[in-house]
């Protein structure tokens, strides 16, 4: 099935730096969602877009739909060691059509 | 606040056993969904049901089936479990398709077959 590519894989950074992720797709989605995982729970959701160029935040948090609706990031910034767990993104190309999720980014912050 | 909840939360099968995942969510929602998640395939649907009465395959349904008991209740069924089949289910809820998809996530089953 369709598949978002996420990147990166993992990411282990220093308490107090900035973190960037994306997700990518060949084709188009008109939503674009993040999630995190923190370890032993299901997924939250952080940020939903739904236009494209769309910039929403949610804290220390900012997220991007990319101007071609191919790809979304996620930025956080003063990272802090509750941020440590897995981020998601997912795809929506329709209302009503299933999401599809990336791979997963997973942080881990050093205090 | 329970929302989705889950169980059971851990489950070691041995292969060819059966089991039901069960799932309910307090939350009205029309939509029921269980996923999978692999290491470093992010979730995967298996089923879901749009609402009470209808279920559908996602992207991964073989080996399971689904009941969408009411509106409440969507449970999985492993007939014969296969190690294959070793993942964290996910069973979440959306309050319709129509209404856009801001997706509630149950806490997790982790099960292991041997």
């Known amino acids: 099935g369709q598949q978002l590519n996420q990147s990166p894989q993992s990411m282990f950074i220093q308490e107090g730096e900035d973190v960037s992720m994306n997700c990518t797709s060949s084709s188009i989605f008109n939503t674009w969602l993040w999630y995190k995982q923190d370890p032993g729970e299901g997924p939250v959701l952080l940020i939903a877009?739904?236009?494209?160029?769309e910039l929403t935040s949610n804290g220390r948090l900012t997220a991007q739909f990319g101007i071609t609706r191919k790809d979304s990031f996620l930025n956080i910034s003063a990272s802090i060691p509750s941020d440590v767990g897995i981020y998601f993104c997912a795809g929506q190309r329709t209302a009503g059509n299933m999401l599809t999720f990336g791979g997963g980014t997973r942080l881990m912050v050093k205090p | 606040n329970a929302g989705v909840t889950q169980t059971p939360k851990f489950q070691v099968l041995k292969t060819g056993q059966s089991m039901t995942l069960q799932c309910a969510q307090d939350m009205n929602h029309n939509s029921m969904y269980w996923y999978r998640q692999d290491p470093g395939m992010g979730l995967r649907l298996i089923y879901y049901?749009?609402?009470?009465?209808?279920?559908d395959k996602g992207e991964v349904p073989n080996g399971y089936n689904v009941s969408r008991l009411n509106k409440r209740e969507f449970s999985l069924r492993l007939e014969s479990a296969a190690p294959s089949q070793t993942s964290v289910y996910f069973c979440a809820s959306s309050p319709g398709q129509a209404s856009g998809n801001t997706i509630y996530f149950g806490e997790g089953s982790w099960l292991t077959v041997v």
């Open positions: 877009l739904y236009k494209a160029g």
């Open positions: 049901s749009a609402s009470e009465g209808t279920t």
